[in-house]
């Protein structure tokens, strides 16, 4: 697992203790809310709107809120407008960032998360200038303990990619429109799923063993994400479990 990856465990878990629970659930419903406008509001035909139903039910999302902003989204209910926009710009030491949002207001989220990089040593990037260092990618994560041969072989038959080791669990990778369908099969063998998304997964990563560096480059991270409009950012760095334990605290 990439630094980034353990970044964002460390993140849930550092969320959690800072009551972030309510910008969780905004962030998670402007997620769903889109899904259902772009593909309908019906999960058993919308992959996008079923993995976001899965990602708020995981997150505790009430039905009730949920079945609200998919009917906002298909236009059911009266609801704001969000507009998918992405920024690409670097963190200290080089690293590629990339960040995705949700907006109903373009020229001010630019602004901020313009403002967001340069006052925390980051510089924002042209479009596709580090984009093409990442993989969309579906990402499922496995309860442990479990045989890892027997959990290859039912990944495998299911049409996944490959499992890595994530402390006690596992992730499994499978191609984006594949997640819904790999997570069936694995729960249709007994498997524990503790979640299942969509991602970024970096080509090639950063080592960063400087730990004022790397304290830098987290500062950065989170200050993109406790922005309300954010929804997923992504960065290519690699940073040991020792200095995130630290940022942790």
């Known amino acids: 697992m990439s630094g980034h990856s353990k970044w964002a465990t460390t993140k849930h878990r550092k969320g959690a203790k800072d009551s972030a629970r309510a910008k969780v659930f905004a962030k998670i419903i402007r997620q769903v809310e889109v899904a259902a406008r772009e593909g309908g509001g019906d999960p058993a035909t919308n992959a996008s709107l079923r993995t976001m139903f899965q990602k708020a039910r995981e997150a505790s999302v009430p039905i009730d809120t949920i079945e609200r902003a998919i009917k906002r989204g298909t236009g059911e209910l009266e609801g704001v407008r969000y507009e998918s926009i992405s920024y690409e710009g670097y963190a200290p030491g080089g690293v590629a960032v990339i960040v995705e949002t949700l907006t109903d207001n373009r020229n001010r989220t630019s602004a901020e998360i313009k403002h967001v990089f340069s006052k925390n040593g980051g510089s924002i990037a042209e479009p596709g200038a580090v984009s093409w260092q990442f993989d969309r990618k579906g990402i499922i994560e496995v309860k ?13 038959d299911a049409g996944g990619e490959n499992f890595s080791a994530s402390g ?10 594949d997640v819904g369908i790999v997570r069936d099969a694995l729960e249709s ?3 524990k799923i503790v979640s299942a998304d969509l991602t970024l997964v970096a080509q090639n990563v950063i080592p960063v063993d400087d730990e004022g560096e790397a304290k830098k480059i987290l500062r950065l991270m989170d200050a993109i994400d406790d922005h309300d409009d954010v929804q997923n950012v992504y960065a290519n760095f690699d940073i040991s479990d020792e200095i995130l334990a630290a940022f942790e605290g």
């Open 168 to 177: 006690d669990n596992f992730i499994v990778t499978t191609e984006p429109h």
């Open 189 to 191: 063998y007994g498997v």
């Open 144 to 156: 442990g303990p479990i045989d890892e041969d027997q959990l290859l072989e039912w990944v495998m």
